[in-house]
């Protein structure tokens, strides 16, 4: 009878081995192949996204309504752009653009007559300076501080 039992026992963990390795086996082909698995039964590959590090900055001049805000900017701030246009609510056009740089006041009697307003450099993606060039062209701008 002692001999029966030790049997029993050992073909138990030869099975309970048998099972773990085979566990770990699909675990490892499912990390591996579980993505490709699914676009190959049909399904649509995952959408890859750039990385932030990845989108193309680019270098916008803004014009800012409020020379005094602008002042209180300096390169390396984060600031919001906000449009404000007649006959509409106020929206945000650019959130948390970087400034690249404050060029020095315009200087002359026209200043502040006709576009008034100070310029402003923003590093921004390039879809953004599109749409603070469209903004800039109908409405008037002001930041906030982030």
């Known amino acids: 009878m002692g001999r029966a039992r030790g049997r029993l026992r050992r073909a138990v963990r030869r099975r309970r081995r048998v099972a773990s390795a085979g566990l770990a086996v699909v675990a490892a082909a499912l990390a591996v192949g579980g993505t490709d698995a699914r676009a190959s039964r049909g399904a649509a590959p995952p959408e890859v ?11 916008a001049p803004v014009r800012i309504a409020d020379a005094a805000t602008v002042r209180l900017l300096r390169p390396g701030n984060r600031v919001d752009v ?26 002359g009697p026209e200043k502040g007559l006709e576009n008034g307003g100070a310029l402003v450099v923003l590093s921004v993606p390039r879809d ?7 903004a800039g062209a109908v409405a008037r701008l002001a930041v906030t501080l982030c």
Do not use: I, Y
């Not at 990385?51 to 680019?58: E, H, I």
């Not at 609510?89 to 970087?98: L, Q």
């Not at 953004?128 to 469209?134: D, E, N, P, Q, W």
């Open 49 to 59: 996204k750039p990385s932030p590090a990845a989108v193309r900055m680019v270098s």
């Open 82 to 107: 906000v449009a404000a246009e007649r006959g509409g609510p106020p929206r945000v056009v650019a959130s948390g653009a970087r400034v690249a740089e404050v060029p020095a006041p315009e200087k």
């Open 128 to 134: 953004t300076a599109r749409a603070l060039v469209g």
